[in-house]
C-alpha cells in the first residue's frame, strides 16, 4: 500500500479529539503525509447571528469556531512539529462532512467520542457510523498508551488482505513488530463459522505472514493461533500493549452498519487505537 496522500482528523476541542489529533500528527510524519484538521460547526443549522458581539472584541459563533480548529492544529503541531498541517471549517453534521471529505484520503482519524456522543456508550455515535460508511480507513482513538508496541491484525478465513495490508505497511512505517492473529473455536473449528481445522488455519497463517514479509521486508513478523469461542475476545487479548490493532470489516445489519459484529465489540473495549480496514 503507498503512503497516503493526506490523513484528515475531526477536531472538536474535546480531550478524545485532542488525544486523535496528536496520534494523527506522529503518525503523519512517519508516513510522510500531510494531515488536515477539520472542525465542524453545527451553528448555521441553527442561527444566523454567526457575528461578534457589538464592541466584544474575539466574540460571535464564527470565531469560535475558528479558534476551534486553530486550537486543533496547535495540538498536532505541539504534538509533532515536523507535520505539515492544514485545517478546513466546515459547516453541518460532522459524519456527513467527514464521510465527504474521506473520499479522497488516505485515513480518517477519530476520538472515540467528543461532543454529541451518547452517554454510555464507549465510542460515539460519530466515530462508530465513520467507522462503519466512511470509504476510507478509519483509526479511532480511546486510549495511546503504548505508542512503542507492536502492530497487531486479525485475518479471518479469507487472510483479510486489506487489513493485512494496512497493518504491514504501519509496521514499516512505525519500524514495530507485525502480530498476525487468527481464530479458531477451541473444538477446530473457525470462529467465524467456517469451519476449517488446525491444519487449515496454520496454512492461512504461513500464508499471510509469507505476504506480509513480501509487502513489508523490514518487519518482524510473528503469527499466533488462538482458540477462543468469542473473535473479539481472542484479539483484545493478543493486543495487550499493542500500539495498534487493525481488522476487517464485515457485517450487513442496521444496526450496525457495515461494520461488522466483531469490530463492533473490538472498538468498544479495545485499550488502544483500533483502525478498521475499509477495504
Keep these: 500500500m503507498p503512503a497516503p496522500e493526506r490523513i484528515v482528523v475531526g477536531y472538536d476541542g474535546s480531550p478524545e479529539a485532542a488525544l486523535a489529533v496528536r496520534w494523527a500528527a506522529r503518525h503523519a510524519v512517519l508516513l510522510d503525509s500531510e494531515l488536515e484538521v477539520v472542525h465542524c460547526s453545527l451553528w448555521p443549522l441553527l442561527t444566523h447571528d454567526l457575528g461578534p458581539v457589538k464592541g466584544v472584541a474575539g466574540s460571535g459563533l464564527q470565531h469560535q469556531a475558528q479558534a476551534t480548529l486553530d486550537e486543533g492544529k496547535a495540538e498536532a503541531l505541539a504534538a509533532e512539529p515536523r507535520t505539515t498541517v492544514q485545517g478546513s471549517l466546515l459547516y453541518g453534521l460532522p459524519a456527513g462532512q467527514l464521510r465527504r471529505i474521506a473520499e479522497n484520503v488516505g485515513m480518517l482519524v477519530l476520538g472515540s467520542r467528543g461532543i454529541g456522543g451518547f452517554l454510555g456508550l464507549l465510542v460515539g455515535s460519530v ?3 465513520l467507522a462503519a460508511t466512511a470509504p ?3 483509526a479511532v482513538i480511546r486510549f495511546d498508551k503504548h505508542p512503542q508496541g507492536r502492530v497487531v491484525v486479525g485475518v479471518d478465513s479469507s487472510g483479510s488482505p486489506g487489513a493485512l495490508r494496512l497493518a504491514s ?3 514499516s512505517a512505525t519500524g514495530t513488530d507485525l502480530l498476525i492473529v487468527h481464530v479458531i473455536h477451541p473444538h477446530g473449528g473457525m470462529a467465524n463459522g467456517s469451519g476449517g481445522s488446525h491444519e487449515t488455519a496454520r496454512r492461512l497463517l504461513l500464508t499471510a505472514a509469507h505476504d506480509a514479509k513480501d509487502l513489508a521486508p523490514n518487519v518482524t513478523v510473528g503469527q499466533s493461533l488462538a482458540q477462543d469461542a468469542s473473535v473479539p475476545r481472542a484479539l483484545l487479548n493478543a ?3 499493542a500500539a495498534l490493532v487493525v481488522v476487517g470489516s464485515k457485517g450487513h445489519t ?3 452498519g457495515t461494520v461488522g459484529s466483531n469490530a463492533h465489540a473490538v472498538l468498544h ?3 488502544g487505537p483500533v483502525l ?3 477495504t
Design 136 to 138: 476510507c480507513p478509519v
Design 254 to 256: 442496521l444496526l450496525r
Design 169 to 171: 505497511h504501519l509496521a
Design 127 to 129: 466515530s462508530l457510523e
Design 269 to 271: 473495549h479495545a485499550t
Design 276 to 278: 478498521i480496514s475499509r
Design 239 to 241: 493486543s495487550r500493549g
